[in-house]
């Protein structure tokens, strides 16, 4: 199939690499200039594993363009997966989804049938609106041409974006017209039949079988989405809650986690308590899920206790090392990874970049490390915050002359650190383990005083 993608970030990118691979011609579509000079260079504009070997694999089968409309004409299936950006009221602004819609009804043709597909992520109502815009477009330019519109979410993580691509646990597709699932059935039959081995720099998934094929209607495919991420930004901020409890009666949320994630109505995964959850997707969309209860005048307490809890979890935190420290005013903290999770250099809603700039706020001077954030973070603070953080290059020259350790994102490098070392740089020996990475024993035993998240 011939197949345009709109926007190539996260979502467009993977999405273009996983149709190329599986043997579709696409054509992704950005109006940044920067992105496509990369691209057609074989370098990737985002940070993603695999994305950019893939690029030098797929020759002619992935091309990019800034010329939306003039892919349009020859193309089956059109997919938008433009930035929705969160605005002031929480509420998604898909004016770019709908920018994107018009000028891909500008670039059909008479006589052909497209199926348009929305891949952001988008207020409920959106696709019927998509549709209706394309369909006015049409008609103002008098072409004849057979639309179809169909939503078609998608739950790909940052950092493993091409491994959630390949294996999805499923793909659902909300449609009015059953010829638009139809056809992305067809699209997806490789992926669907698994007819084709997955590219090697896709970390092989063992268990599991094939993903299963959903249709329904588009407004229950925009809810899909939402209470998705909903529901798993809850269960994050669930145990964070269990684990301030933990805390107060002596409790390892640890094993409690092992011990509910055993029950497989619950599951084990999105258990793990920490400093809570960040990036483009959990903040916005309950943001958004939220936006529209209000705009139905219905209450979600639920959601709206997740985001509480998170941010008050950012402010346990703070309070712990305000509370071990006798007040961060004028003391050094040392804060290992800035990154919102790891293998990725997004900053956006980092809870380490929200707690860093409080202690900044309190009076704290920062020796912050990451592995590949340190540009975006040097970007998302203000000057007068930049001031007081100094960046370097390792783990050990952020401890070095400080008060206070915070292990913010659970980096790979982090998992082994010589910990009597920390202690031998450190001015006061605190270390606090914001992603529960260490054994307590472990690191009491290298001499430092340990402080976890609900152990
Ligand atoms: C998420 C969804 O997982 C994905 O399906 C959707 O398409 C986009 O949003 P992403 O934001 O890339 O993906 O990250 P994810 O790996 O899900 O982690 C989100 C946040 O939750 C991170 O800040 C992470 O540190 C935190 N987290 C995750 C926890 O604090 N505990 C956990 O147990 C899991």
Not at 63 to 71: N, Q, R, W
Not at 108 to 116: C, E, F, I, L, Q
């Amino acid at each position: 199939m011939q197949i345009v993608i709109v926007g190539a970030g996260y979502v467009g990118l993977t999405t273009a690499v996983l149709l190329a691979h599986i043997g579709h011609h696409v054509t992704g579509v950005d109006i940044d200039r920067r992105k496509l000079e990369l691209l057609r260079r074989g370098k990737s504009p985002i940070h993603e594993p695999g994305v950019e070997a893939m690029l030098a694999r797929l020759g002619d089968r992935l091309s990019f363009t800034e010329d939306l409309k003039a892919s349009v004409g020859e193309a089956d299936v059109i997919m938008i997966a433009v930035g929705t950006p969160e605005k002031a009221d929480g509420e998604a602004d898909t004016r770019s989804v709908e920018a994107a819609a018009r000028t891909i009804a500008e670039g059909m043709v008479s006589g052909r049938a497209y199926t348009v597909v929305v891949k952001s992520t988008v207020p409920i109502g959106t696709n019927r609106r998509v549709a209706h815009v394309i369909r006015r477009t049409l008609e103002a330019r008098g072409t004849e041409a057979t639309v179809w519109v169909a939503s078609n979410p998608e739950f790909l993580r940052e950092g493993m974006a091409l491994y959630d691509s390949f294996y999805p646990d499923r793909i659902i597709v909300g449609v009015d017209d059953p010829e638009a699932a139809e056809v992305l059935r067809r699209m997806y039959r490789p992926l669907l039949e698994r007819t084709f081995e997955p590219p090697d720099v896709v970390p092989r998934r063992e268990e599991g079988g094939l993903p299963p094929f959903i249709t329904t209607d588009p407004v229950s495919a925009e809810l899909i989405k939402y209470a998705a991420n909903a529901f798993l930004a809850l269960k994050i901020s669930f145990i964070n809650e269990i684990a301030g409890l933990a805390e107060k009666v002596g409790a390892d949320v640890i094993e409690v986690a092992r011990g509910i994630g055993l029950d497989s109505r619950i599951g084990p995964r999105y258990l793990a308590a920490g400093l809570g959850w960040g990036g483009s997707c959990f903040p916005k969309d309950t943001a958004a899920l939220l936006a529209v209860g209000r705009e139905h005048r219905y209450e979600m307490p639920i959601v709206e206790a997740a985001r509480r809890v998170n941010e008050l979890q950012r402010e346990r935190v703070v309070e712990k090392l305000q509370s071990a420290l006798k007040g961060v005013r004028g003391r050094t903290v040392a804060v290992l990874g800035l990154a919102f999770k790891p293998n990725t250099d997004d900053v956006r809603e980092s809870p380490s970049l929200a707690v860093l700039r409080r202690l900044v706020a309190l009076g704290a001077h920062v020796r912050a490390h990451d592995p590949i954030a340190v540009p975006h973070a040097e970007r998302a603070l203000t000057e007068a915050e930049r001031a007081e953080v100094t960046f370097v290059s390792d783990p050990y020259a952020a401890a070095d002359g400080a008060d206070a350790l915070l292990l913010a994102t659970e980096w790979a490098e982090y998992r082994r650190l010589d910990l009597p070392r920390l202690r031998g740089l450190m001015r006061t020996p605190v270390f606090l383990d914001g992603r529960n990475v260490y054994a307590p024993e472990a690191v009491r035993a290298a001499g430092l005083l340990y402080l976890g998240v609900g152990r």
